[in-house]
């Protein structure tokens, strides 16, 4: 069964780091671009970061540039997102998704369950 699993979500203080992974099975996830998207309370789904086949290129979106890292851990056919100086604006339930093309022609059609991530003091 094709599918992605993400895990690593929690309560964390301001100024705190988390790491999530998103593991792909049914198929090996370093052979599609990866990305990961967050939705917070009352708001639309936005993208966080975007990972081509392969991790050739990588992009951030504005608000979490300097702050998180993506990075594919092919061993564990998984792909992780450590976030680093958290704020509470990065609240959210966040997704992994899988395209069989590149960012920007991207379609991601298969997703995970989601993670949440709360930031609060």
């Known amino acids: 069964q094709v599918q992605l699993v993400e895990s690593g979500g929690g309560l964390v203080q301001p100024g705190g780091s988390l790491r999530l992974s998103c593991f792909g099975s049914?198929?090996?996830?370093?052979?599609?671009?990866v990305g990961w998207f967050r939705q917070a309370p009352g708001k639309e789904r936005e993208w966080v970061t975007l990972?081509?086949?392969?991790?050739?290129?990588?992009y951030y979106t504005d608000s979490v540039k300097g702050r998180f890292f993506v990075s594919r851990d092919n061993s564990w056919n998984a792909v992780r997102l450590q976030m680093n100086s958290l704020k509470p604006e990065d609240t959210g339930i966040y997704y992994c998704?899988?395209?069989?093309?590149?960012?920007?022609?991207?379609?991601?059609?298969?997703w995970g369950q989601g993670t949440q991530v709360t930031v609060s003091s």
């Open positions: 998704a899988r395209s069989e093309y590149d960012p920007p022609l991207a379609e991601w059609n298969i």
């Open positions: 049914g198929f090996t996830l370093n052979d599609y671009a």
């Open positions: 990972m081509s086949n392969g991790a050739g290129s990588i």
